[in-house]
């Protein structure tokens, strides 16, 4: 299993920005996708992006446009910047491995490793 470690997260007003990153053991696999979700106490997880490990990326509607996904095999980081941040980006964001590409890369369920969550707060 893949350790992951999050950091990066604070407090911000709306329309400002903010860069998490996810730092990761080596992994033993050299397909698949690593992945951002969030989640808002009480409520799901829900999927923000993932990155393939071609480089190709995939983003939820809602931040197409304020967030990149983007990793550096090189550091075994991957990272989430964010931009133009609103008050409903307001949560506890996770950063995920998944050792196989494909369409489950968009379903948290099919994560195998994940880190422990920062925290990211946007008030208006």
């Known amino acids: 299993q893949v350790k992951m470690l999050e950091s990066g997260g604070g407090s911000v007003q709306a329309g400002g920005s903010l860069r998490l990153a996810c730092v990761y053991s080596?992994?033993?696999?050299?397909?698949?996708?690593m992945g951002w979700f969030r989640q808002v106490s009480g409520e799901e997880r829900e999927r923000v992006g993932h990155?393939?490990?071609?480089?190709?990326?995939e983003y939820a509607d809602s931040v197409k446009g304020r967030f990149t996904i983007s990793r550096d095999p090189g550091k075994n980081t991957l990272y989430l910047e964010m931009n133009s941040l609103k008050p409903e980006d307001t949560g506890t964001y996770y950063c995920a491995a998944r050792s196989i590409g494909g369409t489950k890369c968009f379903r948290e369920s099919y994560y195998s490793s994940w880190g422990q969550g920062t925290q990211v707060t946007v008030s208006s």
């Open positions: 990155i393939y490990f071609s480089g190709e990326v």
């Open positions: 080596d992994i033993p696999y050299s397909n698949g996708c």
